[in-house]
């Protein structure tokens, strides 16, 4: 007599799907967010033919600038080939030494607004999966 009982009950239909690999189930999948903070830097970049582009469904590429000569863990923020800002310097050494480490991360625009000549992004800083 088996007195075993699973915590989970399991479909033995979605079981035998799942061993033949008829379809994946990626539970762990999930977008991490890391930081939430202002773009730096926006009020010295020229970013008049980019601007309307820049919305909240773009992702802004990071890329780091080890040889910056203002900051050593300095993250360049990119949109195409446009470098729109900064990842803030008093918060960028961490993500600097993950990225140096191999993990990638991406930006997300959750708002902008324009103060004077200065376009302000707010932005959301997400770990790759």
């Known amino acids: 007599m088996n007195d075993v009982q699973s915590?989970?009950?399991v479909n033995p239909g979605l079981l035998g799907a799942l061993s033949k690999g008829a379809f994946s189930l990626d539970v762990f999948s999930r977008q991490v967010l890391v930081l939430e903070c202002?773009?730096?830097g926006t009020s010295f970049r020229k970013l008049d033919e980019v601007q309307d582009d820049l919305k909240?469904?773009?992702h802004?590429?990071?890329k780091r600038e080890g040889k910056n000569e203002f900051d050593e863990f300095a993250i360049a923020l990119?949109?195409?080939?446009?470098k729109v800002g900064y990842i803030p310097k008093?918060?960028?050494e961490v993500l600097a030494r993950l990225m140096d480490a191999g993990k990638q991360f991406y930006a997300t625009i959750s708002a902008k607004e324009m103060e004077g000549n200065w376009l302000k992004l707010q932005i959301k800083v997400m770990l790759k999966d």
Request: charged share 20%.
């Open 7 to 9: 915590l989970v009950k």
């Open 38 to 40: 202002l773009a730096a």
């Open 56 to 58: 909240e469904t773009v």
């Open 60 to 62: 802004l590429q990071m």
């Open 78 to 82: 990119w949109y195409q080939h446009t």
């Open 90 to 92: 008093e918060k960028n």
